[in-house]
């Protein structure tokens, strides 16, 4: 069974590698989405929602 963070993952690259223009998306989308998930999965942890945490990191119980 594939998780929902797996599909998530795998739609966003699809999306990117689709799309015309590869280079930048490339560059900047990977960069700032990843920096997003790292830092919502840190404010996550921080306050103990085990539920966010565990869609982040692609754990069990979604899918």
Known sequence: ?????QFFYS???AIMFL?????????????RFESFAALTLALSQRRGNKTL???LLGEKGWG
């Open 1 to 5: 069974m594939v998780s929902f963070a």
């Open 53 to 55: 945490s565990a869609l």
């Open 11 to 13: 739609l966003l690259y």
């Open 19 to 31: 799309s015309t223009n590869q280079a930048l998306l490339n560059r900047s989308m990977t960069f």
